[in-house]
């Protein structure tokens, strides 16, 4: 009988040590959830804790090509990640802005533009990949397929320049 006491003592000590909570000491942070002690994030969050926004890998300034009305010009953008929304990133020369769908497809949402004082509403979209970024967007218009835009008024396609020694270092 002591035998068996011991048994079942053996068991129930053994079994406990199993069930260890492994993320109780684990805070994830934007909506994450711990599993086997290891944050799993929920999208457009990354890092250990998930506290790491998505739009951050895709600031910087960009170089390329733009047409405007039929005409070719060089250009450069500058795309700056919104603090609050996770996959959204501003365009810093016009105040516009996108929203990524995909790690490598964007809306441009419609939005107004003032152009020599008076305001567009605008709409486009593009894609994202391996530093090369192309998009362009138009005046929007309604259909009954839904919202297009009726003709393009800027395209741009260009790469994103290294990042300055000091921005990589903050």
Same mark, same amino acid.
């Given at each position: 009988m002591k035998t068996s006491y011991l048994? =079942? &003592?053996l068991i129930v000590v053994s079994t406990l /040590?199993? $069930?260890? *909570?492994? $993320?109780?000491? @684990?805070? $994830?942070?934007? *909506?994450?959830y711990c599993y086997d002690g290891a944050c799993i994030c929920?999208?457009?969050y990354s890092g250990d804790k998930c506290q790491l926004q998505f739009n %951050? +890998?895709?600031? /910087? =300034?960009y170089t390329g090509e733009a047409t405007q009305g /039929? %005409?070719?010009?060089?250009?450069? @953008?500058? =795309?700056?990640? *919104?603090? *609050? @929304?996770p996959n959204r990133m501003y365009f810093t020369e016009t105040a516009l802005y996108l929203e990524f769908e995909t790690d490598s497809t964007f809306t441009i949402?419609?939005? /107004? =533009?003032?152009? #020599?004082?008076?305001? &567009? @509403?605008?709409?486009?979209d593009g894609m994202y990949t391996s530093d090369h970024i192309e998009f362009s967007y138009g005046q929007a218009?309604?259909?009954e397929h839904g919202t297009t835009y009726s003709s393009v008024l800027v395209e741009f396609t260009g790469l994103r320049e290294e990042e300055p020694v000091e921005? #990589? +270092?903050?």
């Open positions: 048994y =079942l &003592l /040590g199993a $069930c260890k *909570d492994n $993320c109780r000491r @684990i805070s $994830c942070e934007n *909506d994450s929920s999208k457009w %951050r +890998n895709y600031e /910087g =300034l /039929g %005409r070719s010009v060089a250009s450069t @953008i500058t =795309l700056e990640a *919104d603090k *609050d @929304i949402p419609e939005q /107004g =533009l003032v152009v #020599i004082n008076d305001t &567009l @509403i605008v709409y486009g218009e309604e259909s921005a #990589i +270092n903050r």
